[in-house]
């Protein structure tokens, strides 16, 4: 039985990417929200395997507030939550961080219930593809998204 869910896999040399277009590193810090112990521990493993810092909880409540989402560069959402689904916390964190990429996960193929998923969405991953495969889409899409801010940012800027 798993008594704090709370986890930090916290190793600072990532090697699941390359370096950004500036030649910068970045240590993706990915959320994980699920209910299920045995898929929050094996994906905890992964993430320490792969040098990717992720945090766990098993519920909205028990991370506190959903402003704290800011502090992670991606989620990996489970689709069942008890009383709400992954697809509602994309849709209210979507109306506050437009840039933060997600990943919808379920033992069960949901891509009919994710077919009006709000844009922040960027997967919606069975689990059966692997912890491997759901780890990598999660930091490539953080990959992805930090080049896009910077991108963005040098815009700005010019």
Not at 32 to 45: G, N, T
Request: proline share 4%.
């Amino acid at each position: 039985m798993v008594t704090n869910n709370k986890s930090q896999g916290m190793v600072h040399e990532p090697k699941t990417h390359a370096p950004l277009a500036d030649g910068t590193q970045h240590n993706p810090k990915i959320l994980l929200i699920d209910d299920d112990p045995v898929f929050i521990a094996v994906m905890k493993r992964w993430a320490m395997m792969e040098k990717v810092q992720l945090e766990s909880y098993v519920s909205l409540d028990e991370m506190g507030f959903i402003g704290l989402f800011s502090n992670y560069d991606v989620a990996i959402l489970d689709y069942d939550l008890g009383y709400t689904t992954g697809i509602e916390i994309a849709r209210c964190t979507d109306a506050l961080l437009h840039h933060m990429p997600i990943v919808i996960v379920s033992a069960k193929d949901r891509s009919q219930e994710c077919a009006d998923a709000p844009t922040c969405v960027k997967a919606v991953l069975q689990k059966s593809k692997g912890y491997s495969h759901i780890l990598n889409v999660a930091t490539n899409l953080c990959r992805s998204n930090s080049e896009n801010r910077l991108r963005e940012l040098r815009r700005m800027v010019n």
